[in-house]
């Protein structure tokens, strides 16, 4: 069938919009109807070319909400009609990472994901003949994506497609770090480097579970007042700080965090989050994701003195069983995410998306299709 996408032909140039072909769900598979796919700092990371697992050409997006428009043989979770997000984490149930209960990172369908094809090997997008590759496994700039059933999450039909694609990737990688990665508790000290799309909903989670002070570290003073409507009880500019940050922040939080989030993706400020936890206890968690080949670094007596380095991927959450739950908060209220989608646009606009995103101007951009 043809479809309207956005589609990535080289790193670091315009999204073109173009029709392209979408080849129908085979054994396993299902044709997904995207209604609305957020635009995410990792869209942008990989059509930067920082990316070591970016493949061009490629239909970009792993933040989306659809309906299911066809199923493909042996498909039993799922019938047309169903409202999905499509999961870049899958869960397949039965992998031995899925059964260990110790991790999200399903392995089922990963070495053919990382390599932009479906699970069969093939591709199923194509351009005059020439074949796109598919990303993250989902695929949303397209109005038709196919899917791995593995890979999308039922959800209830009352919730609006524009808000719920958010879920896709950054509420539930922020609010999942707090609650399934650090376990954060009442009374904990949390502090949040980077207050975008992800920070925010660290702040949230970290209100949701109680914390006490929700310290928010952004060099741009605008993301302040956003961050205090989620939960932000204090706020650094670390621009504005005499002297080093790391003693500043230990200072306020009475010896350190008792849990340090690093949503921005820079090594430096990697160092400065895990520095700033409790000596004895404290745990930093990496979410942002660094440009190819860099590294962190500390001195290792930081961690000899009892300091946990730690990272997470979609918040530690498996996404079928977890990701519909979040839906229900969101439609229960116990969630906001509305505020945070401070722009929604056509397909045709999706490159001011990532306009707004460079110049800081939005937290998230969603396209409706
Ligand atoms: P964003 O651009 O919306 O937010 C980043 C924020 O960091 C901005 O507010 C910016 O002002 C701030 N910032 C920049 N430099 C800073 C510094 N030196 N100190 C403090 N703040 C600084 O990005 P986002 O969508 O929130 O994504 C954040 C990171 O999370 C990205 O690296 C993204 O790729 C990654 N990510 C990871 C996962 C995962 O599963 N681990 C999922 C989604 C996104
Ligand atoms: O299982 O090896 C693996 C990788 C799973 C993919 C997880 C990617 C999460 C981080 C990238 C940011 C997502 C928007
Ligand atoms: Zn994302
Ligand atoms: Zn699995």
Redesign the pocket.
Known sequence: MKSRAAVAHAPNKPLTIEEIEVGGPKEGEVLIEIKATGV???DA?TLSGADPEGLFPAVLGHEGAGIVVDVGPGVQSLKKGDHVIPLYVPECRECNFCTSGKTNLCQAIRSTQGAGLMPDGSKRFSIDGEPLFHYMGTSTFTNYTVVPEIAVAKVREDAPFDKICYIG??VT?GIG?VINTAKVAPGDNVVV????????NVIQGARMAGANMIVG????PG?KEMAERFGMTHFVN?REVEGDLVPYIVNLTGGGADYSFE????V??MR?ALECCHKGWGTSV?????GSGEEISTRPFQLVTGRSWR?????GAKGRTDVPKIVDWYMDGKISIDPMITHTMPLDEINHAFHL?HE?E???SVITF
Do not use: E
């Open positions: 995410c700092h990792t990371y990737c950054g990688t770090a480097f980077g207050l975008g799309g992800i920070g925010l570290v952004d060099i741009n993301k670390p949503c921005v993706g820079n430096q400020v400065q990496i979410i942002g994701v660094a990272g997470t991927a979609f918040g995103m800081g939005s937290i998230r």
